[in-house]
């Protein structure tokens, strides 16, 4: 393995090593060959450093502990930066990185931030910094059965895409520390923490932005039973999301998270004029049929991408990211999901949870 003092060496840090914390770095570890290590990383809680520690150990990486992002700055030990932190950190953390003199290209997790005006001050800080490279971590967009989905709405396979609907049935939040995704004051809501990838890949396919949003949704069965430090979490478990584009293309939004006896966790369907596609995640499946061929010329397609070392929890999707944002740091294109994607995607979940507790249409003018 390569010396982590080779100047060739690009150097990683990682804020934040919770459960997804600790995934990027077993994704960079797996990315190894690629001319990359971990050499430090912050987290104010003590078992989650511990838990970092042992799992670089085990890859023979010795990792510069710090309590907090600012310490790990002003070591310079790093060039490229992993936000993987509590939703609400994210806009603190992320303008004190692109304000530092020293550059440091950086990966933020979803969502950019919790807020539309949050993510909009950061867009504009980065903008000011042509000496780095930001990218948002909407990692779907790399799943190999949504790739491949992506590939033929490029290739226009199904003609002018008018519809795009997207089911997600699958477990409730899952515990993280000091139960942070409880609430919606530290997430930003159920349709931003959760559903933001969504949104992008609804963005992405329609080829165009979003003008309204209709949505309706509530807290029906998990975490009613659950108080902390006084307080009942008031995250929603369950929504429908319609969304209009200025294409005319209609997106709508199935969310369910207590429907663990799903087949799949996601289910995804563009439809055009001359055509139809499906994914299917995680059983890895695309379908894909023509009109004037009907039903009985479907296809049906395993989805593979052979670049993937790691699996991992988001099914490769994580691997692929950060062999794109590498290229992109290493001047071989651009952020492949940018900040003006990640503010997209969180406006239309604001959008959401705005027309949830006002019972109408919210337009995406009003948000942003």
């Known amino acids: 393995m390569a010396d ?17 914390g600790r995934e990027h770095l077993i994704n960079l570890y797996h990315l190894r060959d690629q001319g990359l290590a971990v050499v430090c990383i912050a987290d104010p809680h003590p078992p989650s450093q511990l838990l970092a520690i042992e799992l670089a150990q ?16 002003k070591s310079e030990l790093c060039d490229v930066i992993v936000v993987s932190s509590p939703n609400m950190t994210h806009h603190q953390i992320l303008m004190d990185i692109i304000n530092y003199p020293k550059p440091h290209h950086v990966l933020v997790e979803k969502p950019l931030c919790t807020t539309v005006a949050d993510c909009k001050q950061v867009l504009e800080a980065a903008k000011k910094r042509s000496d780095m490279v930001v990218q948002v971590g909407l990692e779907y967009r790399y799943m190999p059965p949504v790739a491949k989905l992506i590939e033929k709405v490029k290739g226009r396979e199904f003609g002018d895409v008018k519809m795009v609907a997207i089911r997600e049935h699958r477990f409730p939040f899952l515990v993280k520390v000091n139960n942070w995704n409880r609430f919606n004051v530290n997430t930003g809501g159920t349709l931003v923490e ?13 080829g165009a932005n979003p003008l309204c949003v209709m949505a309706s949704g509530g807290m029906d069965v998990n975490h009613k039973d659950e108080v902390y430090d006084g307080k009942v979490p008031d995250i929603i478990d369950n929504a429908y999301v319609i969304i209009e584009f200025d294409n005319g293309c209609r997106g ?49 397609i395993k989805a593979e991408d052979e670049r993937i070392k790691y699996e991992g929890l988001h099914h490769g999707s994580s691997y692929v990211e950060h062999l794109t944002f590498l290229s992109a740091i290493r001047g071989e294109g651009r952020a492949a999901v940018d900040l003006e994607d990640g503010l997209m995607a969180v406006a239309i979940g604001v959008a959401a ?16």
């Open 4 to 20: 982590v003092k080779d100047s060739a060496i690009t150097r990683y840090g990682i804020v934040g090593v919770g459960m997804m």
């Open 58 to 73: 085990s890859f023979g990486w010795e990792l510069k502990v710090f309590s907090g992002h600012e310490e790990l700055l």
């Open 194 to 206: 959760k559903c933001c990838h969504f949104f992008d890949l609804m963005r992405l396919f329609a």
């Open 353 to 368: 949870q705005l027309s949830i507790e006002e019972s109408r249409y919210v337009t995406i003018d009003e948000v942003l």
């Open 252 to 300: 709508m939004l199935d969310l369910c998270m207590f429907a663990e006896g799903s087949k799949n966790e996601q289910e995804i369907s563009v439809t055009g004029n001359i055509g139809k596609g499906e994914a299917l995640v995680p059983e890895g499946i695309v379908r894909f049929g023509s009109r004037a061929e009907g039903r009985e010329h479907v296809q049906t």
